[in-house]
């Protein structure tokens, strides 16, 4: 089952525009992972940010987190066409007998 | 340090059989996660191994199993394969309890 929605499911942007995705979740977590996928191939780790964390940047990456919303948002920064991939929130649920739960992802395009 | 890697990475079966697939996890990393990807289901967690022992389980059915070896190896079965188990199968492995590092992948067609 599901624990995240990511929203929205499908992107299209230029490049050199800025990026957001956002996820919701229903259960409390541990932490949270972004992760980016390239057209069905391994994913790629991000970022991870923890409960106790409101915001965490890595290059052009600045993640969110609001544990009180249940929600955290992704945005990427002066996008580029390597940056057309899927990008899906993973969280390491409480009490969760899972390793980490997906959402369904967003599918990101960057137009050159 | 060499990446996750799983073999193979291309698989045609046909229903009824069992297939077997092999994950190698980043040296120093002890535990082994397995995953399945399908357009319908998305990314769904299998089973969890930390020293040779499953930690973790997912929603799937007996007709899935895993084991770890002693050099934290991991290879997970499906027996009796259905249509419905073409996916993309996905390993992770972690040193700690946070952040995963995927495998390529292995394409798995059920004919």
């Known amino acids: 089952s599901q624990q995240g929605e990511e929203d929205p499911q499908a992107l299209s942007i230029q490049e050199g525009e800025n990026a957001t995705m956002n996820c919701s979740y229903k259960t409390s977590i541990n932490n949270l992972q972004w992760y980016r996928q390239n057209s069905g191939r391994g994913l790629v780790h991000l970022i991870l940010?923890?409960?106790?964390?409101r915001e965490k940047h890595s290059g052009r990456l600045r993640v969110t987190l609001d544990t009180s919303k249940k929600s955290s948002s992704l945005l990427i920064t002066a996008s580029r066409a390597a940056d057309t991939a899927s990008y899906f929130c993973a969280t390491d649920r409480q009490g969760g007998s899972e390793k980490l739960v997906f959402g369904k992802g967003t599918k990101l395009t960057v137009n050159p | 340090k060499a990446g996750v890697t799983q073999t193979p990475r291309y698989l045609i079966k046909t229903r009824g059989q069992q297939v077997t697939l092999s994950c190698s996890p980043i040296?120093?990393?002890?535990?082994v996660s397995w995953y399945q990807q399908t357009p319908g289901q998305g990314l769904q967690f299998l089973f969890e191994y930390f020293s040779e022992t499953q930690r973790n389980k997912g929603n799937f059915p007996g007709r899935f199993s895993g084991r770890q070896f002693s050099n934290s190896r991991s290879e997970m079965n499906v027996s009796t394969l259905e249509l419905g188990d073409s996916a993309l199968y996905l390993c992770?492995?972690?040193?700690?309890?946070?952040?995963?590092?995927f495998g390529p992948g292995t394409r798995l067609t059920v004919l």
């Open positions: 992770a492995s972690s040193a700690q309890l946070d952040t995963q590092y």
């Open positions: 940010i923890r409960s106790n964390e």
């Open positions: 040296s120093g990393h002890r535990s």
